[in-house]
C-alpha cells in the first residue's frame, strides 16, 4: 500500500520548522553560572600567584604549599579524616545490622522502628547539633573528636539502613536458607553469603557517609572541641579572621576528593558487574 | 517400591503445622523408604512445600515429630540433618564459581582440599556441567543452574535429597529432558528424592510412589499407577488428569442418570440402594468403536470435537446437561474422515471397572 500519498492531512500537519527552544536553553544556562560560578571561583584563585581575590595574576601552587605547611590546618584535616572513617565504619556497621533486622523482623515494631529511623533524615541539622551538644553537656562528656564520630554516627545510620534496606528485601531468603541447609550455621550463612550478596551495596553506602561527614559542618561545630577541630568547622573559623587565599586551596582539595568519592560510590556497583548501577536514594 | 520393615528414610509422625491459627499441614503420617523417589503432588497451598520444609527443618512441626532414618530430628536445625535441598529458585550463591556452590558444603563439614576438588569434578561430570567449574551462576542458563542446584546438595551424599519444584522455571521441552534425567541420577546415587510438584505427569512419570496432597492432608499415597488408576477420592480422581464427574442415582448395580440412560457400573455393596452418587471415569477408558463382547454401551451425541495432534477428544453428551469426554488416539489406522463431527449420535463403550463411583 502506498501510505505517503493516501495519509489525510491531519497526519502530515506540523508544526511548522522546529525552533530552538531559547529561553529553556537560557534558563539552564543562568542555573548552571549561579550553582557552578563561585564553585570555579574558588578553584581559579586557589591557583592565583598573588593574595587578591578579585584579580588573578598568574599561574601558581603557593597557597597549596601555605596549606601543606600550615600545622593547624592540616591537624583539621588529620581529624576529619579520623572522623570520617570512624563514622564510616560504625555507621555501617550498624546500619546494616539495623536494616537486616528492619526486614526481616515480622511485627509491628518493625514498622514502627522503619519510621523512627527516617526521622534524622528529616529533622534540621541544626536541631540534631543542638541536642547534641545539650546532651553531651548534660552528661558532662568533654567534646572533642570523639563526640563528633558519635554524633556523625547517629546521623549516619539512617542513610545506611535506607540504601541497604530495599536490597536486603530484594535478596532471596532460600539463598540464605540454602546455605544452612549445606552446614552453616546462622552466623556463618550472614557471613558467607548475605554480606558478599550486599557487598557493593555496602561499599557506595561507605563511600557516601565518609564523603557526607567529611563535609558535614553543622553537626560538627556543635559537637566538637576547640582543638583540633573538623576542617570544615576550621575553614569557617579562619574566613572570620579574614579569608586568606590558603582557604581557596583547601576548598579545591575537599572539591576533588569529595567528587571522587561520590563518582567511586556510583562506580562500585558497576564495577561487580551488575546492571544499572546504583541508585543512592533507593539503593537499587 | 513400598515401604519395607526396614527403617524408612523419612518419618512424619502425625505432623501438623499451624500458621496463625490455621492448619497447613493434618496430621500428616508418611513412611518413605530408603531409595525411594517419592512425590508429595498438589495444587498450591496443599501443604507440600511446608512438609518438605519441616523434613529439611526450615520449619518447625506445631505437633508430631520428623524422623530421619529413624533418628528423631524435629528439634535439630537444617545444618545439623543429614538432608540436603534444591530450591524452587535454585537459591544459587552468585558470587562464587559454580565449582564454590558445588563445594560449599563439603568445606563448611571440613573435607580436605583435594578431596573436595575431586568430589565436585565427578559431580560436574555426573549433571554435565563440564567447562562450567569457574563460571559465575548468572552466566549460566536456567537449566544450568537447575544442574548446579542439585550437584550442590547431591555433593554432601545427604541421606535424603529434598526437591521443591525445582523444574517449574523450566520450558516444557527442557523440564521433560530434566524429569528423565533427574531419574536417571537418582537410580545411579540411590539416594531417596522427596519431590514437590504440582505437576501430575511429573510425579506420574518420576516417582516411585506419590502421595496426593490437599487440605494439608495425604488423600492418597500410592504407586503412580494406582492414584491414576484406582483414585480413592474425588479430589484425587479430579487431580490426577481429566475425569468425567456424572451425577445420578445408584441402583442394583447402575447409576440413573437425570433424563439419560443407565450406566452399569457393577454391583457396588459398600453403596447404599437409592443414594446420589458421582461416576467417574477417565476420557481414554472410553470406547467409541470396536466394542468388547459383553462390554456396556450407551448413546451420545457429539457436542465438540478437539484435535490436539496425537489424541482428538470428544466431548459427548449423554443426558441434557451432562457431557463426557471421551479421548481417541490418533493412530495411523484413524482416518481423519473417519472422525465424528458435531451432533452425530455415538455409542460409547466402557468396563464397569473402569468406573469410580464415589457417594455423597
Same mark, same amino acid.
Given at each position: 500500500?502506498?501510505?505517503?500519498?493516501?495519509?489525510?492531512?491531519?497526519?502530515?500537519?506540523?508544526?511548522?520548522?522546529?525552533?530552538?527552544?531559547?529561553?529553556?536553553?537560557?534558563?539552564?544556562?543562568?542555573?548552571?553560572?549561579?550553582?557552578?560560578?563561585?564553585?570555579?571561583?574558588?578553584?581559579?584563585?586557589?591557583?592565583?600567584?598573588?593574595?587578591?581575590?578579585?584579580?588573578?595574576?598568574?599561574?601558581?601552587?603557593?597557597?597549596?604549599?601555605?596549606?601543606?605547611?600550615?600545622?593547624?590546618?592540616?591537624?583539621?584535616?588529620?581529624?576529619?579524616?579520623?572522623?570520617?572513617?570512624?563514622?564510616?565504619?560504625?555507621?555501617?556497621?550498624?546500619?546494616?545490622?539495623?536494616?537486616?533486622?528492619?526486614?526481616?523482623?515480622?511485627?509491628?515494631?518493625?514498622?514502627?522502628?522503619?519510621?523512627?529511623?527516617?526521622?534524622?533524615?528529616?529533622?534540621?541539622?541544626?536541631?540534631?547539633?543542638?541536642?547534641?551538644?545539650?546532651?553531651?553537656?548534660?552528661?558532662?562528656?568533654?567534646?572533642?573528636?570523639?563526640?563528633?564520630?558519635?554524633?556523625?554516627?547517629?546521623?549516619?545510620?539512617?542513610?545506611?539502613?535506607?540504601?541497604?534496606?530495599?536490597?536486603?528485601?530484594?535478596?532471596?531468603?532460600?539463598?540464605?536458607?540454602?546455605?544452612?541447609?549445606?552446614?552453616?550455621?546462622?552466623?556463618?550463612?550472614?557471613?558467607?553469603?548475605?554480606?558478599?550478596?550486599?557487598?557493593?551495596?555496602?561499599?557506595?553506602?561507605?563511600?557516601?557517609?565518609?564523603?557526607?561527614?567529611?563535609?558535614?559542618?553543622?553537626?560538627?561545630?556543635?559537637?566538637?572541641?576547640?582543638?583540633?577541630?573538623?576542617?570544615?568547622?576550621?575553614?569557617?573559623?579562619?574566613?572570620?579572621?579574614?579569608?586568606?587565599?590558603?582557604?581557596?586551596?583547601?576548598?579545591?582539595?575537599?572539591?576533588?576528593?569529595?567528587?571522587?568519592?561520590?563518582?567511586?560510590?556510583?562506580?562500585?556497583?558497576?564495577?561487580?558487574?551488575?546492571?544499572?548501577?546504583?541508585?543512592?536514594?533507593?539503593?537499587? | 517400591?513400598?515401604?519395607?520393615?526396614?527403617?524408612?528414610?523419612?518419618?512424619?509422625?502425625?505432623?501438623?503445622?499451624?500458621?496463625?491459627?490455621?492448619?497447613?499441614?493434618?496430621?500428616?503420617?508418611?513412611?518413605?523408604?530408603?531409595?525411594?523417589?517419592?512425590?508429595?503432588?498438589?495444587?498450591?497451598?496443599?501443604?507440600?512445600?511446608?512438609?518438605?520444609?519441616?523434613?529439611?527443618?526450615?520449619?518447625?512441626?506445631?505437633?508430631?515429630?520428623?524422623?530421619?532414618?529413624?533418628?528423631?530430628?524435629?528439634?535439630?536445625?537444617?545444618?545439623?540433618?543429614?538432608?540436603?535441598?534444591?530450591?524452587?529458585?535454585?537459591?544459587?550463591?552468585?558470587?562464587?564459581?559454580?565449582?564454590?556452590?558445588?563445594? #560449599?558444603?563439603?568445606?563448611?563439614?571440613?573435607?580436605?582440599?583435594?578431596?573436595?576438588?575431586?568430589?565436585?569434578?565427578?559431580?560436574?561430570?555426573?549433571?554435565?556441567?563440564?567447562?562450567?567449574?569457574?563460571?559465575?551462576?548468572?552466566?549460566?542458563?536456567?537449566?544450568?543452574?537447575?544442574?548446579?542446584?542439585?550437584?550442590?546438595?547431591?555433593?554432601?551424599?545427604?541421606?535424603?535429597?529434598?526437591?521443591?519444584?525445582?523444574?517449574?522455571?523450566?520450558?516444557?521441552?527442557?523440564?521433560?529432558?530434566?524429569?528423565?534425567?533427574?531419574?536417571?541420577?537418582?537410580?545411579?546415587?540411590?539416594?531417596? #528424592?522427596?519431590?514437590?510438584?504440582?505437576?501430575?505427569?511429573?510425579?506420574?512419570?518420576?516417582?516411585?510412589?506419590?502421595?496426593?496432597?490437599?487440605?494439608?492432608?495425604?488423600?492418597?499415597?500410592?504407586?503412580?499407577?494406582?492414584?491414576?488408576?484406582?483414585?480413592?477420592?474425588?479430589?484425587?480422581?479430579?487431580?490426577?488428569?481429566?475425569?468425567?464427574?456424572?451425577?445420578?442415582?445408584?441402583?442394583?448395580?447402575?447409576?440413573?442418570?437425570?433424563?439419560?440412560?443407565?450406566? %452399569?457400573?457393577?454391583?457396588?455393596?459398600?453403596?447404599?440402594?437409592?443414594?446420589?452418587?458421582?461416576?467417574?471415569?477417565?476420557?481414554?477408558?472410553?470406547?467409541?468403536?470396536? #466394542?468388547?463382547?459383553?462390554? %456396556?454401551?450407551?448413546?451420545?451425541?457429539?457436542?465438540?470435537?478437539?484435535?490436539?495432534? %496425537?489424541?482428538?477428544?470428544?466431548?459427548?453428551?449423554?443426558?441434557?446437561?451432562?457431557?463426557?469426554?471421551?479421548?481417541?488416539?490418533?493412530?495411523?489406522?484413524?482416518?481423519?474422515?473417519?472422525?465424528?463431527?458435531?451432533?452425530?449420535?455415538?455409542?460409547?463403550?466402557?468396563?464397569?471397572?473402569?468406573?469410580?463411583?464415589?457417594?455423597?
Amino acid at each position: 500500500m502506498n501510505l505517503p500519498a493516501s495519509l489525510p492531512p491531519r497526519a502530515r500537519r506540523r508544526r511548522g520548522p522546529r525552533r530552538k527552544p531559547v529561553f529553556a536553553i537560557a534558563v539552564t544556562v543562568v542555573f548552571f553560572v549561579l550553582l557552578y560560578l563561585p564553585i570555579a571561583m574558588v578553584v581559579l584563585f586557589s591557583f592565583n600567584a598573588q593574595k587578591s581575590l578579585t584579580i588573578f595574576k598568574g599561574f601558581s601552587l603557593r597557597w597549596y604549599e601555605a596549606f601543606f605547611h600550615d600545622n593547624v590546618l592540616l591537624g583539621s584535616l588529620g581529624m576529619s579524616l579520623e572522623v570520617s572513617l570512624v563514622a564510616m565504619i560504625g555507621s555501617v556497621v550498624l546500619g546494616v545490622a539495623l536494616a537486616l533486622g528492619l526486614v526481616r523482623h515480622k511485627g509491628r515494631l518493625g514498622g514502627y522502628a522503619g519510621l523512627i529511623m527516617m526521622v534524622p533524615l528529616i529533622t534540621p541539622e541544626i536541631v540534631t547539633g543542638v541536642a547534641s551538644l545539650l546532651l553531651f553537656k548534660g552528661l558532662g562528656v568533654t567534646l572533642d573528636s570523639g563526640t563528633v564520630m558519635i554524633a556523625e554516627i547517629t546521623f549516619s545510620i539512617s542513610y545506611v539502613t535506607v540504601i541497604l534496606r530495599s536490597r536486603v528485601a530484594a535478596l532471596n531468603p532460600e539463598v540464605e536458607e540454602a546455605a544452612m541447609d549445606l552446614g552453616a550455621t546462622r552466623w556463618q550463612a550472614l557471613r558467607l553469603v548475605t554480606l558478599p550478596a550486599l557487598l557493593p551495596a555496602i561499599l557506595a553506602s561507605a563511600v557516601l557517609i565518609f564523603a557526607l561527614v567529611f563535609d558535614d559542618f553543622v553537626l560538627a561545630y556543635f559537637t566538637t572541641g576547640v582543638d583540633p577541630q573538623p576542617l570544615a568547622v576550621r575553614i569557617y573559623s579562619a574566613i572570620r579572621f579574614g579569608v586568606e587565599p590558603t582557604i581557596n586551596a583547601v576548598g579545591t582539595l575537599m572539591l576533588a576528593g569529595s567528587i571522587t568519592l561520590i563518582g567511586l560510590a556510583l562506580a562500585i556497583p558497576r564495577l561487580f558487574g551488575r546492571r544499572g548501577g546504583l541508585d543512592l536514594i533507593s539503593g537499587e | 517400591m513400598t515401604p519395607t520393615a526396614a527403617t524408612p528414610a523419612v518419618r512424619l509422625d502425625h505432623v501438623s503445622k499451624e500458621f496463625n491459627g490455621s492448619h497447613a499441614v493434618r496430621d500428616l503420617e508418611l513412611d518413605i523408604a530408603a531409595g525411594e523417589f517419592f512425590s508429595l503432588l498438589g495444587p498450591s497451598g496443599c501443604g507440600k512445600t511446608t512438609t518438605l520444609r519441616m523434613i529439611g527443618g526450615f520449619a518447625d512441626p506445631t505437633e508430631g515429630a520428623v524422623l530421619l532414618s529413624g533418628e528423631d530430628v524435629t528439634a535439630l536445625p537444617p545444618n545439623k540433618r543429614n538432608v540436603n535441598t534444591v530450591f524452587q529458585s535454585y537459591a544459587l550463591f552468585d558470587h562464587l564459581s559454580v565449582a564454590d556452590n558445588i563445594g #560449599f558444603g563439603l568445606k563448611r563439614k571440613g573435607v580436605p582440599k583435594p578431596e573436595i576438588r575431586e568430589r565436585v569434578g565427578a559431580m560436574i561430570d555426573l549433571v554435565q556441567l563440564g567447562g562450567m567449574a569457574e563460571r559465575k551462576p548468572r552466566t549460566l542458563s536456567g537449566g544450568q543452574r537447575q544442574r548446579v542446584a542439585l550437584a550442590r546438595a547431591l555433593v554432601n551424599r545427604p541421606a535424603v535429597l529434598l526437591l521443591d519444584e525445582p523444574l517449574a522455571a523450566l520450558d516444557l521441552k527442557l523440564r521433560r529432558q530434566m524429569q528423565v534425567e533427574l531419574k536417571q541420577i537418582q537410580r545411579e546415587v540411590g539416594i531417596t #528424592f522427596v519431590f514437590v510438584t504440582h505437576d501430575q505427569d511429573e510425579a506420574l512419570t518420576m516417582s516411585d510412589r506419590v502421595a496426593v496432597m490437599n487440605g494439608g492432608r495425604v488423600e492418597q499415597c500410592g504407586t503412580p499407577e494406582d492414584v491414576y488408576e484406582r483414585p480413592e477420592s474425588r479430589f484425587v480422581a479430579a487431580f490426577m488428569g481429566t475425569s468425567n464427574l456424572v451425577g445420578g442415582v445408584y441402583r442394583d448395580g447402575t447409576v440413573q442418570l437425570e433424563g439419560g440412560p443407565a450406566l %452399569p457400573v457393577g454391583r457396588r455393596p459398600e453403596i447404599g440402594e437409592g443414594s446420589q452418587v458421582d461416576v467417574s471415569i477417565r476420557p481414554e477408558k472410553i470406547w467409541l468403536s470396536d #466394542f468388547e463382547p459383553g462390554m %456396556p454401551v450407551v448413546n451420545g451425541v457429539i457436542r465438540e470435537t478437539v484435535y490436539s495432534g %496425537p489424541t482428538t477428544t470428544y466431548l459427548i453428551e449423554l443426558a441434557p446437561g451432562v457431557t463426557v469426554a471421551a479421548l481417541e488416539q490418533n493412530t495411523a489406522r484413524a482416518r481423519m474422515e473417519d472422525r465424528w463431527a458435531g451432533g452425530e449420535t455415538v455409542e460409547l463403550g466402557y468396563d464397569p471397572e473402569h468406573c469410580l463411583v464415589l457417594s455423597h
